[in-house]
């Protein structure tokens, strides 16, 4: 399913579940990359001049496939990136919900919009979302079958033609979702994936598409975005992010600690809106702790691909682990303890590593405003709430928070402060990636751009607004003096701030 124009090197594709060769896929030279561009680009006119109503109708049985295939889903997402069976399923889940709310909300988002225009009755003014061309995906590892299906999905029903590049840790995912969509009726030429190394598939992507959309960390997102600009073509960033908790003192501790296992743990801390940072009030820090320490302690280690009792994921990638493993090392050098975790367990697989506690980390640390991208969770006291939403927002990050407390009023007004582009409230990350008709994106270095609702998708278009002008002419004409014409405009002018709906 990825086309080369000759054949190239294998790239070997391992599990992390045991360090087994699983398959290989092309290592993709830039020409690869150029002809998979140059063939969604001749596939794009056509694609596009289909109504919306016809472009959505393969999306719509692609929802149906997902449930009846998500167990084959899940168990080659288990295998090439090391979830658990329930965080597995979470990343096909996410896909329904994305391909449902596009396949069925999309014809009317990408309407054409009318527009007051400049002199009532005599100007008026139609917006049309219309597609870039060819749109370049470059998707992460950590959510291998999620994020590409629905970045993909959005853009081609915004009438753009994909092209992929997928992780060089784990292809296989997108490349069956590839599949599962062409035999829902996508065309095959309109959605391409390429496989190879970024650092030559990706920088040739960028060369060659009308607009990209990149997931992963901060340091790639600037190199991209610099690449972009050189080209003059948007591109849409989700970035990293040091997301933080706030436990007010009237937390609910049980129900917190219920959802914090959850959003520091899944997938082994290896997602974006992971919680690495929790600020906890002093009079429940002990209980939150203690708690916290308890559960970690007890959850049991390993992943078997398709069993269901598993509860923590192994890392996906031996990077991971050392990167993950520099954090702690780091900061325990530099005075911070460690309540629970902290080591890899090679015994249980490759890249297997404890849930990890820290406390007493401070700023001169790696771990302090550095994101792990692993289970690795930092505490920290505090007595005045407005201390607490100072160091929540000192970072480099904004991308998602959370707020708990029982007077879910005043929650919502610490929330509001906080400096992050999604937010939760007695919730974890999943209330706000779910919400599919909100608008889920980072601030500051956490990026810019926005997926889900109708921001996912009309960032895949560019607007054109035509504006249609009866009777008179703005153009001052050879029967018309300076004089009049001044006299004429002063006068709209005037008026028309008065006039309902001109202002």
């Not at 809106?273 to 916290?292: C, K, M, N, P, Q």
């Amino acid at each position: 399913m990825v086309r080369t124009l000759a054949p190239r090197a294998p790239m070997t594709i391992t599990s992390p579940l045991d360090g087994r060769v699983i398959g290989s896929v092309p290592m993709c030279a830039a020409e690869d990359v150029a002809h998979a561009v140059g063939v969604a680009r001749a596939a794009q006119a056509a694609w596009a001049a289909l109504p919306v109503r016809e472009r959505v109708k393969p999306f719509r049985r692609f929802n149906d496939v997902l449930l009846d295939r998500r167990f084959d889903i899940a168990d080659l997402i288990q295998l090439e990136n090391g979830k658990v069976r329930a965080n597995a399923l979470e990343d096909v889940f996410d896909t329904c919900i994305n391909t449902r709310f596009y396949s069925y909300h999309g014809p009317s988002l990408l309407r054409p919009r009318r527009k007051a225009g400049a002199v009532p009755l005599l100007t008026s003014s139609t917006v049309y979302p219309k597609p870039f061309g060819v749109v370049g995906l470059i998707e992460a590892w950590n959510y291998p079958f999620n994020l590409p299906m629905q970045d993909a999905i959005a853009a081609l029903i915004a009438g753009n033609t994909v092209v992929i590049k997928v992780s060089e840790l784990t292809p296989f995912s997108a490349l069956f979702g590839l599949q599962l969509l062409r035999e829902c009726g996508l065309p095959d030429d309109v959605l391409q994936i390429v496989t190879g190394d970024g650092r030559v598939a990706g920088a040739a992507l960028i060369d060659h598409v009308d607009t990209v959309m990149f997931t992963g960390s901060t340091a790639t997102g600037r190199k991209i975005a610099a690449h972009c600009a050189e080209r003059l073509i948007p591109c849409s960033l989700e970035l990293g992010g040091k997301n933080p908790v706030i436990l007010l003192d009237d937390a609910d501790v049980a129900k917190a600690l219920d959802v914090l296992v959850d959003s520091t743990l899944a997938s082994a801390g290896q997602m974006c809106v992971s919680f690495e940072r929790l600020f906890i009030h002093d009079t429940i820090y002990d209980a939150v702790r203690d708690g916290l320490a308890k559960r970690y302690e007890s959850l049991p280690m390993g992943v078997r691909c398709g069993a269901w009792d598993d509860e923590m994921s192994v890392l996906t990638s031996a990077n991971q682990l050392a990167h993950v493993q520099r954090h702690i090392e780091d900061a325990v050098a530099k005075g911070a303890r460690v309540i629970t975790g902290g080591s890899a367990r090679p015994d249980i697989a490759p890249y297997a590593f404890e849930p990890t506690l820290l406390e007493n980390v401070t700023p001169d640390m790696a771990v302090y405003d550095g994101e792990s991208f692993g289970p690795v969770v930092s505490l920290y006291r505090f007595n005045d709430v407005e201390d607490a939403i100072r160091r929540a927002n000192a970072s480099l990050y904004g991308l998602n928070a959370a707020v708990f407390g029982r007077d879910v009023k005043r929650a919502h007004e610490v929330a509001s402060r906080i400096q992050c582009g999604t937010v939760t409230v007695n919730e974890g990350h999943k209330a706000a990636w779910a919400s599919v008709r909100a608008p889920q994106g980072g601030w500051k270095q956490s990026g810019y751009g926005r997926r889900h609702g109708a921001e996912g998708i009309l960032k895949f278009t560019q607007s054109q607004s035509i504006s249609v002008q009866r009777f008179m002419v703005y153009a001052r004409g050879e029967r018309m003096s300076v004089r009049m014409f001044d006299r004429i405009y002063a006068t709209l002018m005037r008026v028309l701030p008065w006039l309902p709906g001109l202002r």
